[in-house]
């Protein structure tokens, strides 16, 4: 792995910084030591910063660069060196409060390689933009996932009040079913008794019931009065 360290400062000032490389080169680390005039520049909690450029083509990149120990670092990619020539950079330090401050411009001097790569071509890259849109992707699955699953709890829901209803009603009309069916039991009873009344059997049967109560019961079985020895006829 080769690393390079440069200096950069804030403030423009005479000839740019340029850094020769070479076509297509890949890993090449970068690092960068920021001043602000004759200052070593300290980075504050929270900022970050962006490595820009345009290719001799038009086409730009943008990548974030890692901050350790006041030190900026980045790779070099297939995309950054694509196009020969002179590549114009700057570097831009950015903070949570709205900075948004660019180093004096410098020039990556890309040497054009002997081989020509046809699987190469240059193109913009901008990984942090691309990245900020997959999170939206990410979010909006995300938000889609949790208003599906709220949908299917309340239909759940729906469902499990429907039950509670049908079960209750089952309840009713088994209780409903369970009084019908005492009533008939009942019915039938009374009506076997009456049956059994009309017989012989029943006859003096009824008839004995009624004398052990002091009543009457004629041979025809409808006078049944006979209260204290008093008989009617």
Same mark, same amino acid.
């Given at each position: 792995?080769?690393?390079? @360290?440069?200096?950069?400062?804030?403030?423009? +000032? &005479?000839?740019?910084?340029?850094?020769?490389?070479?076509?297509?080169?890949?890993?090449?680390?970068?690092?960068?030591?920021?001043?602000? /005039?004759?200052?070593?520049?300290?980075?504050?909690?929270?900022?970050?910063?962006?490595?820009?450029?345009?290719?001799?083509? /038009?086409?730009?990149?943008?990548?974030?660069?890692?901050?350790? +120990? +006041?030190?900026?670092?980045?790779?070099?990619?297939?995309?950054?060196? =694509?196009?020969?020539?002179?590549?114009?950079?700057?570097?831009?330090? @950015?903070?949570?409060? &709205?900075?948004?401050? /660019?180093?004096?411009?410098?020039?990556?001097?890309? #040497?054009?390689?002997?081989?020509?790569?046809?699987?190469?071509?240059?193109? !913009?890259?901008?990984?942090?933009?691309?990245?900020?849109?997959?999170?939206?992707?990410?979010?909006?699955?995300?938000?889609?996932?949790?208003?599906?699953?709220?949908?299917?709890?309340?239909? !759940?829901?729906?469902?499990?009040? @429907?039950?509670?209803?049908? =079960?209750?009603?089952?309840?009713?009309?088994?209780? =409903?079913?369970?009084?019908?069916?005492? +009533?008939?039991?009942?019915?039938?009873?009374?009506? #076997?008794?009456?049956?059994? !009344?009309?017989?012989?059997?029943?006859?003096? #049967?009824?008839?004995?019931?009624?004398?052990?109560?002091?009543?009457?019961?004629?041979?025809?079985?409808?006078?049944? @009065?006979?209260?204290?020895?008093?008989?009617?006829?």
């Amino acid at each position: 792995m080769i690393t390079e @360290q440069f200096r950069l400062n804030l403030i423009p +000032n &005479g000839i740019p910084l340029v850094i020769h490389v070479s076509q297509y080169d890949v890993g090449r680390t970068l690092q960068f030591i920021i001043y602000n /005039g004759s200052s070593r520049y300290a980075f504050a909690s929270g900022e970050s910063a962006i490595l820009l450029g345009t290719k001799p083509d /038009g086409h730009i990149f943008i990548y974030d660069l890692t901050i350790s +120990n +006041n030190v900026l670092s980045i790779d070099t990619t297939e995309q950054m060196l =694509a196009i020969p020539g002179n590549v114009n950079a700057e570097i831009r330090i @950015q903070g949570a409060d &709205g900075k948004d401050i /660019g180093t004096a411009n410098f020039i990556f001097a890309v #040497e054009e390689s002997p081989i020509y790569k046809d699987i190469i071509y240059s193109d !913009s890259e901008i990984p942090a933009i691309d990245a900020a849109v997959a999170n939206i992707g990410i979010a909006k699955a995300a938000a889609e996932e949790a208003t599906s699953s709220k949908n299917s709890a309340a239909t !759940s829901a729906t469902s499990a009040t @429907q039950s509670a209803n049908n =079960a209750s009603t089952s309840a009713t009309n088994a209780a =409903a079913s369970a009084l019908s069916a005492s +009533n008939s039991a009942a019915a039938a009873a009374i009506s #076997e008794a009456n049956a059994f !009344s009309g017989t012989p059997e029943g006859y003096a #049967e009824l008839a004995s019931t009624f004398n052990a109560l002091g009543l009457y019961v004629d041979s025809d079985g409808y006078t049944c @009065q006979a209260l204290f020895g008093e008989t009617k006829d």
